[in-house]
């Protein structure tokens, strides 16, 4: 155990949980799914939690403390938001694969240096600095400097889907966008690189190239982190598991997961 998580440990917290399970009980890994910030588990039970259950995986997801259906928590770490991922992960009845979208990809990072993930897959990360900053600030200010000072930050509808989404099912998805602590979103501007992970399991990047958040350079950066090149889905938006093809990265995260060798 780190001294820093025993001498300061994370304060515990309501956390919701949604989930699916696949008609026949095949031994596969679950998948655990972690939304970016001022999004929760809702975000992936629109679609994918029914779609990878259809094709027999276990799926979860987790609101983020804060988010959601889970305890309010305006001060929340991005220390305390890897802790909801591990204690949600380790309570899981096999070794899974985190899934990480945004900012929650950050989160998974985290969380795998503390959990021996079968795998992982980190959708459109946001993994902070200066760059990403800069491009929210050019694309939406009135949406991204508030959060800078400690506010909310708000994404509109341009940032987060395509222009193939009609614009009811947009407005519905926006209108259920919360917030993250602020001192998590302060992080992104400055915190530590993640510690490697436990094991080296496998891990894919993957995001669109017309992602008005995450900037094509930044997918790159990320995935040669670990060893490998982003896969790519073009004309699709930040919240690719809500745009109009929804099915295609989905569809692809599965496909990666029957081919690839996962960790032990």
Do not use: C
Not at 37 to 55: I, K, Q, T
Not at 77 to 92: E, F, G, I, K, P
């Amino acid at each position: 155990m780190r001294g820093r998580e025993w001498s300061r440990p994370v304060r515990p917290a309501r956390r919701e949980v949604l989930s699916a399970a696949p008609e026949l009980e095949e031994g596969r890994p679950p998948l655990l799914f972690v939304p970016g910030f001022g999004h929760g588990a809702w975000a992936f039970a629109e679609h994918w939690l029914g779609h990878v259950a259809s094709r027999g995986f276990p799926a979860y997801a987790v609101s983020l403390r804060g988010h959601g259906g889970s305890e309010p928590a305006p001060e929340a770490t991005l220390r305390a938001y890897a802790h909801d991922v591990v204690q949600v992960a380790a309570s899981l009845p096999r070794q899974a694969v985190l899934v990480g979208h945004g900012a929650g990809a950050l989160v998974v990072a985290h969380a795998l240096a503390r959990y021996p993930a079968r795998g992982a897959v980190l959708v459109a990360p946001v993994f902070g600095g200066w760059g990403v900053l800069g491009a929210a600030l050019r694309r939406n200010p009135a949406g991204t400097l508030p959060a800078v000072f400690g506010g909310p930050l708000r994404l509109n509808r341009g940032q987060l889907f395509s222009r193939e989404l009609p614009d009811e099912e947009a407005r519905r998805y926006v209108g259920r966008l919360g917030r993250a602590g602020r001192r998590a979103q302060w992080a992104l501007l400055g915190e530590p690189e993640a510690e490697p992970a436990v094991g080296a399991p496998p891990v894919l990047v993957l995001g669109s190239p017309d992602d008005r958040v995450v900037p094509a350079s930044t997918l790159t950066r990320v995935a040669r982190r670990y060893g490998s090149a982003p896969l790519l889905f073009p004309g699709m938006g930040h919240d690719l598991m809500l745009d109009a093809r929804w099915a295609e990265p989905i569809d692809a995260i599965l496909d990666w997961l029957e081919k690839e060798p996962v960790a032990h």
